[in-house]
């Protein structure tokens, strides 16, 4: 596609439920970001992805957290037993460079946990 | 912990005249330091970056100026104008994951 494409757009769950986010990256981008995004706090890095991989997942904020990658493109981040401090936008993002050097985002789900 | 400040957290300029958004850093490490524009709904885009190695960077109305020793840089929006009105990041690199500021919210008035 033209650029990352996330989806849902918007999610409104009741806490306690699961929910999963899914992240389209740009086709041939190898690298692949999911960072949270809350009112005021900037952007937190949640989990990075080099092809299938996760060498990374120091920024999941608990074990209710957790992302897959499959086939080199799609990328899924559940969250088990949503609470509302999970409230927030999650943020895609992916790179031709593994070095991070120019992310491209998508547009983010905005999730509000109820 | 936050490693990039940001500031101010908003900001408010009359059309055609100068933004300044300041971030300060902590982890020497960081080897690229870029700026993100976001608008609302949108995700961050990537706006200008810079190097260390080099003390300022020009692109059009958008300018970056690096102070190594400070471990301080800057960006400069001259001729403001209202479609600048947004959202933006700085941020650190180090390895592969950026490490960004706070953000400030920026608003251009006619």
């Not at chain 1, 990328?75 to 927030?88: K, V």
């Amino acid at each position: 596609g033209a650029g990352v494409s996330q989806s849902p757009s918007n999610k409104v769950t009741e806490k306690g439920k699961d929910v999963e986010l899914r992240c389209d990256p740009i086709s041939g981008h190898t690298a692949l970001y999911w960072y949270r995004q809350s009112l005021g706090q900037g952007l937190e890095f949640l989990i990075y992805f080099q092809g299938n991989s996760a060498p990374d997942k120091s920024g999941l904020p608990s074990d209710r957290f957790s992302a897959e990658r499959t086939g080199g493109s799609v990328s899924t981040l559940t969250i088990q037993r949503t609470q509302q401090e999970d409230s927030a936008v999650y943020l895609c993002a992916s790179s031709l460079s593994l070095q991070g050097e120019k992310l491209f985002f998508g547009s983010g789900t905005q999730l509000s946990v109820l | 912990q936050q490693q990039v400040k940001q500031s101010p957290q908003s900001l408010i300029v009359q059309k055609g005249g100068i933004s300044i958004i300041n971030c300060a850093y902590e982890n020497t490490a960081f080897d690229y330091f870029p700026w993100y524009q976001q608008f609302p709904g949108k995700g961050p885009a990537l706006l200008i970056a810079i190097r260390p190695d080099v003390s300022e960077k020009k692109e059009g109305r958008f300018t970056i100026s690096f102070n190594k020793s400070a471990k301080q840089f800057s960006l400069h929006i001259m001729d403001s104008q209202p479609g600048d009105s947004a959202t933006y990041f700085c941020a650190g690199l180090t390895g592969y994951a950026l490490n960004f500021g706070k953000g400030t919210s920026l608003l251009v008035t006619p």
